[in-house]
T-cell receptor, first 111, second 116 residues
Framework: GEDVEQSLFLSVREGDSSVINCTYT??????LYWYKQEPGAGLQLLTY?????DMKQDQRLTVLLNKKDKHLSLRIADTQTGDSAIYFC???????????FGTGTKLQVIP | GAVVSQHPSRVICKSGTSVKIECRSL??????MFWYRQFPKQSLMLMAT?????????EQGVEKDKFLINHASLTLSTLTVTSAHPEDSSFYIC????????????FGQGTRLTVV
């Protein structure tokens, strides 16, 4: 079955880069996502990567995918206080292509 | 990108009543829709997968008689929480997938249900 793990907490200083890591177990994933959730709010899709890619860059965001190690990371360059939120990675798998979410990483940006 | 709209965004209901949440794909036809639940400070857990015109497939531990899912058309799925109790208070999010094969999922903004 699917199991998606993340570290629970990350603290960085404003202006530094943040790297949020995610590991998953299902090798048949098709899409892997990064979502942002601010307190009391819904999910905001940040970016996603198709499983046949190993890197995707979108402005301040860089996604790296290591399929061999089943490891996904999200790098946020020049982290701002507005980036403080919970970040979920998620993988899409299976015949129905359901999405399984990670445990979430709370990013705290210190001014 | 594709848009998935959920309604209502917030609802407060009395214990024992039923609440219906709608999930619509606005600019595409969704053959498969998913319903998730998120408890405070926890991740999102898949409740069920619904395909248009057929019965939903529920995840283990989710009561199908309590959480009624209807995927009546290619653009609408509904989740009805029947005889709601305070422990059903949660954040419910739907997602929709376009067509068959390897297509990405799009998420609604979620519905915050509070049962008093």
């Amino acid at each position: 079955g699917e199991d998606v793990e993340q570290s629970l907490f990350l603290s960085v200083r404003e202006g530094d880069s943040s790297v949020i890591n995610c590991t998953y177990t299902d090798s048949s994933s098709t899409y892997l996502y990064w979502y942002k959730q601010e307190p009391g709010a819904g999910l905001q899709l940040l970016t996603y990567i198709f499983s046949n890619m190993d890197m995707k860059q979108d402005q301040r965001l860089t996604v790296l995918l290591n399929k061999k190690d089943k490891h996904l990371s999200l790098r946020i360059a020049d982290t701002q206080t507005g980036d403080s939120a919970i970040y979920f990675c998620a993988e899409q798998t299976g015949g129905y292509q359901k999405v399984t979410f990670g445990t979430g990483t709370k990013l705290q940006v210190i001014p | 990108g594709a848009v998935v709209s959920q309604h209502p965004s917030r609802v407060i209901c009395k214990s024992g009543t039923s609440v219906k949440i709608e999930c619509r794909s606005l600019d595409f036809q969704a053959t498969t829709m998913f319903w998730y639940r998120q408890f405070p400070k926890q991740s999102l857990m898949l409740m069920a997968t619904s395909n248009e015109g057929s019965k939903a497939t529920y995840e283990q531990g989710v009561e199908k008689d309590k959480f009624l899912i209807n995927h009546a058309s290619l653009t609408l799925s509904t989740l009805t929480v029947t005889s709601a109790h305070p422990e059903d208070s949660s954040f419910y999010i739907c997602s929709a997938r376009r067509g068959q094969g390897d297509t990405e999922a799009f998420f609604g903004q979620g519905t915050r249900l509070t049962v008093v």
